[in-house]
């Protein structure tokens, strides 16, 4: 949820909850984890925060609300943050207070041990976090934060083990949940992913004997790190004095990476699973035009998340390619809505169509998902306004039916259109000529399953598709969600 005023076309996406990053052994660390956090922005918007540590000034921290940009690029935020060792966190808030975001709630958190302290990020959501924080606060924790991450911090304090990577183990094995963490100590930078891998982490080599930690792939590239590898679901590095020791502290990983990953949350120029993100977008698009062929004279982008769809639909069918729907770049967050009747203008503040492309067109309009459906809507208003003879939707992944619990601020699951309609009651609703999702094969498929989904054995988290959660969602079960039944 953001603090400010969500704009009217954000407000039916999907919102990843954060992004990571972190760098050991350069100068000036904290410059290069604004770097990092500017080219993950994408992946949380609201606000941001680094930590660094200098054996001269011990640990220092800076948290703000707003963009990287604003925030981690003036002398005297920067200045403040010293030191060859950092780590950063950009978030939109999933569990935490919903609404106003206390600067509190800010990632990193630090903590004081005795061996030492420790600054931490999380990137995921934590499943038992409210059963762990009642729990905690029972045995006397006092809690700083309403943010689920906070719990792994009190759970370290309360480890006997010596060192901190150690009793970072132990806390997270308490933990339910994805998780993805990028952490640090005075000497030390640590990565982390869940036995399952919900959540990407990767790591770059910076020079010859630096190190970077990040979410993506193009936080790396913007800092002129060389990609290494991801780091394995179930697996925790520990990096000091250049060097790297590995362990594996949950059992055996079994990997189930986030599917929505690969349809919209991550940048099309970085690289899942030894995949483009780019190419598994465009092959989405190749799919579903051989799954739901229409004729029509135009393939147009809902930009921009569903450009690379689009292209592959208009590559596989034949159909040319349109920019029928025109951005504006320069549309801000906080855009001054002081009317209603401005309010209502909506859309247009951030999409325009292209009249004269569109008019008189049969138009197929290419989107990377259906969550509310008010947007849809409010395009096919505007391309229909617009004098297109026909409107038809086709959709880059399959109907999102069920909440997420693994980091992404999904609405609940009355409020999903496809939880509560069919497809054709959809299509109705929405007002368009026809409408059709991806299949959840197609999708496989074309994230280079060729068989499909294996129902026995599903590579990928796709539990907002399936209501096939990999890990139980404990404290919703308590709070009465119901499970889809086995089938």
Not at 217 to 234: W, Y
């Amino acid at each position: 949820m953001q603090t400010h005023h969500a704009h009217p076309f954000d407000d039916d996406k999907l919102k990843e909850e954060c992004g990571i990053f972190g760098v050991i052994g350069v100068g000036d660390a904290s410059n290069f984890v604004a770097l990092g956090l500017h080219a993950l922005q994408h992946r949380g918007q609201e606000a941001g925060g680094i930590v660094s540590y200098d054996p001269n000034s011990g640990f220092n921290s800076a948290r703000r609300f707003g963009y990287v940009r604003d925030n981690f690029t003036r002398p005297d935020v920067m200045d403040t943050l010293p030191g060859a060792l950092a780590i950063g966190h950009v978030r939109y808030s999933t569990a935490g207070s919903k609404g106003a975001t206390a600067i509190r709630d800010v990632q990193p958190f630090f903590g004081e041990f005795s061996m030492g302290g420790a600054a931490i990020a999380h990137n995921g959501n934590l499943t038992n976090a409210a059963a762990l924080r009642k729990e905690l606060i029972e045995r006397g924790s006092i809690f700083q934060s309403s943010s689920d991450s906070e719990c792994i911090i009190h759970l370290m304090a309360r480890s006997i083990q010596k060192t901190i990577p150690e009793r970072m183990k132990d806390a997270l094995r308490r933990v339910e949940g994805a998780f993805s963490v990028v952490a640090m100590t005075r000497t030390k930078l640590i990565g982390v992913r869940d036995q399952l891998g919900v959540r990407p982490l990767v790591l770059g080599r910076v020079g010859d004997s630096s190190w970077a930690l990040a979410s993506e792939t193009c936080a790396l590239d913007i800092i002129g790190a060389d990609f290494v590898r991801e780091i394995e679901p179930g697996e925790m590095v520990v990096i000091e004095d250049g060097k790297i020791t590995s362990s594996r502290p949950f059992g055996a990983p079994m990997s189930r990476f986030c599917i929505f990953e690969h349809v919209y949350f991550s940048r099309p120029d970085s690289i899942l699973g030894g995949r483009s993100v780019y190419e598994t977008r465009r092959q989405i698009g190749v799919e579903l035009a051989r799954e739901a062929p229409v004729d029509a004279d135009l393939v147009c982008p809902v930009p921009d998340s569903g450009t690379p769809a689009a292209i592959g639909f208009s590559q596989e069918s034949g159909i040319p390619y349109a920019m029928g729907i025109i951005r504006n770049q320069y549309m801000g967050r906080t855009f001054i809505e002081p009317t209603e009747s401005i309010r209502n203008m909506g859309v247009r503040l951030k999409l325009n169509v292209n009249r004269a492309l569109i008019k008189g067109k049969r138009v197929i309009l290419v989107d990377d998902s259906v969550v509310r459906g008010t947007t849809s809507r409010k395009i096919k208003d505007m391309i229909l306004e617009a004098g297109a003879a026909e409107v038809h939707f086709r959709i880059a992944s399959p109907p999102t039916a069920w909440p997420c619990f693994y980091g992404v601020d999904t609405p609940e699951r009355s409020k999903l259109l496809a939880a509560n309609m069919s497809e054709d009651e959809m299509r109705d609703w929405i007002g368009v000529n026809s409408l059709k999702f991806i299949t959840l094969d197609g999708l496989y498929r074309a994230a280079g399953e060729a068989g499909g989904r294996n129902p026995k054995a599903p590579k990928f988290c796709d539990a907002c598709f399936s209501g096939d959660y990999p890990i139980t969602p404990s404290d919703k079960i308590d709070e009465g969600f119901e499970m889809k039944a086995a089938e």
